[in-house]
């Protein structure tokens, strides 16, 4: 008698996202220097541009912390100590972001020389957070995910995340 296997997770669409996480926080020193001094039409869209990106992250860490992590830890106790590795580094990576929401409304109200450069070095020091973080998702947890993740657990998180994102444009 055999028994039929759900179709297991494709993550292959994690790393877009990841992609578009990137993109986002890496060229944030660009984006930033497109406004120039006390252009706060152009402080506004680059900022609500941040926010949203932000805010997405977020609700996708949650996502993950509520749906995939404790899947994993379940399904592959052998692999507890990178799970669990890697599902901490979300608090570096919302340490870092906490540092830098203060500092995208600073430069939002008051786009000059000093409000910028306070954001793109918080900016940067998120980049090396998140950058270090995704990769070791996409080398270290994507694969497990594709090992012992159903297709139709994996589509929770999209679901979730566009549940609990809190911004005003996705």
């Not at 296997?5 to 578009?20: E, F, I, K, N, Y």
């Not at 100590?81 to 906490?98: F, G, K, N």
């Not at 929401?101 to 793109?120: E, M, Q």
Request: hydrophobic share 45%.
């Amino acid at each position: 008698m055999t028994h039929a296997v759900a179709p297991l997770a494709d993550t292959d669409d994690m790393v877009g996202l990841h992609r578009v996480f990137r993109q986002a926080v890496n060229g944030a020193a660009h984006h930033i220097a497109s406004a120039q001094p006390g252009d706060t039409a152009r402080s506004e869209l680059v900022a609500s541009y941040f926010e949203n990106v932000l805010r997405l992250l977020h609700a996708h860490h949650r996502g993950e912390d509520l749906l995939l992590t404790p899947r994993l830890l379940q399904r592959r106790p052998e692999q507890a100590d990178t799970i669990t590795a890697v599902a901490a580094q979300h608090q570096q990576v919302d340490a870092a972001l906490q540092r830098v929401t203060p500092l995208i409304d600073s430069w939002r109200a008051a786009p000059a020389a000093d409000t910028a450069a306070a954001l793109v070095e918080a900016m940067t020091e998120l980049d090396a957070r998140l950058s270090e973080h995704l990769d070791a998702e996409e080398w270290q947890i994507l694969p497990l995910a594709a090992q012992c993740i159903t297709a139709s657990e994996w589509n929770e998180m999209p679901e979730h995340g566009l549940r609990s994102f809190d911004g005003d444009k996705l």
